[in-house]
Every structure is written in structure tokens, then in C-alpha cells.
């Protein structure tokens, strides 16, 4: 199972992005998907996430600013960033969590915000 992400780059306080994750490959049955992130020097934290019955769940820093969707058709999850802040600053991962309990990441990709 091969993840890809897209979408990050940099962008000013105040602007959005939108990260895209695509998961293919032999993939049985997805339970959740979602987004890490990981500053410099600090933990990988959970953004927010999204289960198959369609449950999402966001870290307080993010909520009302972010929003998780999901494709299931597709094994897509996305991440639309609005109003974004310099701590928003991180290396952002996908992750896709199977039925049978294999988890996979992507490769990251930067979000750079400048204040």
C-alpha cells in the first residue's frame, strides 16, 4: 500500500491550503484516515482524522480552521487548512488505518505559513 500526498508549500498567515492524499495498492478494507503533523522539534501530533462510518475528530489548535473529508471510492482524505497561523508550520503525513489493523503513512509533505 503506497501512500501520496500533495498540496503543501508555503503560504502567509491568514491564507489556506489544501493537502490531498491518495492510498493505493492492495488495500483490504479502510477503517481510519488521516493527518500527523511534525514541527521541528516536536512530537508528531494528530491534526484531525476521520472513520469509516464517517466521524471526524480534530485536534483543539485546528478546529474551526480545518477540515477533514474523505473519498472513500477513491481511498482519498483531504485536509482543507483555512486561516492558517505560523504554528501551523509542520511536515504534514497521511495515514490510512486498515480493518485488520496494518497502518500506513505517506512521505510528508511542508506546510510552511509566514507570519
Known amino acids: 500500500v503506497q501512500l501520496v500526498e500533495s498540496g503543501g508549500g508555503l503560504v502567509q498567515a491568514g491564507g489556506s491550503l489544501r493537502l490531498s492524499c491518495a492510498a493505493s495498492?492492495?488495500?483490504?478494507?479502510?477503517?481510519?484516515m488521516g493527518w500527523y503533523r511534525q514541527a521541528p522539534g516536536k512530537r508528531r501530533e494528530l491534526v484531525a482524522s476521520?472513520?469509516?462510518?464517517?466521524?471526524?475528530n480534530y485536534a483543539d489548535s485546528v478546529k474551526g480552521r480545518f477540515t477533514i473529508s474523505r473519498d472513500n471510492a477513491k481511498s482519498a482524505v483531504y485536509l482543507q487548512m483555512n486561516n492558517l497561523k505560523a504554528e501551523d508550520t509542520a511536515v504534514y503525513y497521511c495515514y490510512l488505518l486498515e480493518v485488520q489493523g496494518f497502518n500506513y503513512w505517506g512521505q510528508g509533505t511542508q506546510v510552511t505559513v509566514s507570519s
Open positions: 476521520t472513520t469509516s462510518d464517517g466521524s471526524t
Open positions: 495498492g492492495s488495500i483490504f478494507s479502510i477503517n481510519d
